[in-house]
């Protein structure tokens, strides 16, 4: 794997947010692969719970500038970037002041999601690819972490299918136990069909909530992670039915795990 390079898209990094399950995970994969010799980029939504100035965020004039169009909306698309101490590893943001200033993540005081989740997940999945074509590195993986970053698959896989940079792309999509309750914004097919006119692969998100979220971006990677002990049984017969690689949670030895892995993804090429 060495010299190979990794994009990892994830909803939560440590040390940035909390210590999760996810946040954890997303780190340690990069952080791994990072001391083996793969190049990395690690790219995640700018929450405004970051503190910026203990982190040392601070915004990359030649990424940002560009608009993203979501629901037929300009939105500013704004990019900053830190390095993990003693890891000598970027991380990208994705920012947006009317999705990511906010003091929360994903809910707000009284718990209930944000009803412009939607938009984020569509905004932060455009908002990689674009970051990622401007920096014009290609990607041999794509390991991608966390429902908020789960519409990135259908993404590239239909939207920027005739993008050049990931034409050879392999994506893997981790799954975690922890999720949301409820639905996203129901309107979230038809927002993502102002970009997508695909109805089959729009047909999995209909309705919005975390299993189908996860489901979407099952269906178009090209392999999957069990990042937790447990997964739905829904999913697990989901990704039977489509057939494509699983590695099993690993506890112990997710290094080496991970690593072979990716190896035995590239190969499948």
């Known amino acids: 794997m060495k010299d190979k390079r990794i994009l990892f898209v994830s909803s939560e990094v440590v040390p940035y947010l909390p210590e999760t399950e996810l946040s954890s995970t997303a780190f340690i994969s990069a952080k791994n692969a990072h001391s083996k010799g793969v190049q990395t980029r690690i790219f995640m939504p700018r929450y405004g719970v970051i503190n910026e100035r203990r982190h040392q965020l601070h915004e990359v004039i030649r990424l940002s500038g560009m608009n993203l169009v979501v629901n037929d909306i300009d939105m500013p698309l704004i990019i900053k970037v830190a390095s993990i101490p003693k890891e000598r590893m970027q991380v990208y943001f994705i920012d947006n002041e009317e999705y990511f200033k906010r003091k929360a993540v994903f809910t707000d005081e009284d718990d209930e999601l944000f009803s412009d989740n939607d938009e984020r997940a569509i905004f932060f999945a455009k908002g990689v690819v674009e970051t990622v074509k401007k920096l014009n590195w290609a990607p041999d993986i794509i390991h991608v972490h966390g429902w908020m970053a789960s519409l990135l698959p259908l993404y590239l896989r239909v939207f920027y299918n005739d ?82 690689p699983v590695l099993e949670y690993e506890e112990e030895n997710i290094k080496e795990s991970y690593l072979n892995f990716y190896a035995q993804i590239l190969a499948d090429k």
């Open 163 to 244: 993008e050049p940079l990931f034409t050879e792309s392999k994506i893997i999509t981790s799954l975690y136990k922890r999720g949301f309750d409820g639905e996203l914004n129901t309107e979230l097919a038809a927002k993502v069909k102002f970009d997508l006119s695909e109805s089959d692969k729009l047909q999995t998100i209909q309705i919005p909530n975390h299993i189908n979220i996860l489901k979407s971006a099952i269906e178009n990677s090209d392999a999957i992670i069990h990042g937790s002990e447990t997964i739905s049984d829904e999913l697990v017969s989901f990704i039977g039915e489509k057939g494509i």
